[in-house]
């Protein structure tokens, strides 16, 4: 069960990857925004599912497995992060490439900081039965 469901996870995560990557404008300079907030997205998005799941939300293991690991980690990557730096480095911008470090890595912690608040504002909201 937890291999089919990192597959399907997986194979959702990445064609919405693909996808999601085209809709975002490029900008000036090569700056890498689509996959800056694609990365963000999936921090906060991981960061409310992880903490909804263990502070009392049920869901079967395989389902959070596919779609935390699988959906999720397919969806953000660190491999093209780490490309798309070193190719703003080759190119001469490196300033704009420090930029995009300091942005994925303090923003993707802000983030999933603000997914975590949100789910414990969630789990907390439900034990009070006020959703």
């Known amino acids: 069960m937890n291999w089919a469901a990192l597959a399907i996870g997986g194979f959702i995560g990445a064609i919405l990857r693909y996808e999601a ?3 975002i404008v490029h900008l000036p300079h090569a700056f890498p925004a689509a996959t800056l907030l694609i990365n963000w997205s999936g921090c906060l998005v991981l960061g409310w599912l992880f903490t909804l799941t263990s502070n009392g939300w049920n869901i079967h293991p395989s389902l959070r497995l596919g779609v935390g690991t699988g959906f999720i980690g397919s969806f ?3 491999s093209t992060f780490s490309v798309e730096t070193i190719s703003l480095c080759q190119q001469g ?4 490439a420090l930029l995009y470090v300091l942005f994925s890595v303090v923003g993707g912690c802000l983030l999933t900081a603000l997914g975590w608040k949100l789910a414990l504002i969630q789990a907390g909201r439900r034990r009070e039965g006020l959703s």
Do not use: A, I, Y
């Not at 911008?93 to 704009?96: A, P």
């Open 21 to 23: 990557s085209s809709w």
């Open 76 to 78: 953000t990557t660190f």
């Open 93 to 96: 911008d490196v300033g704009v």
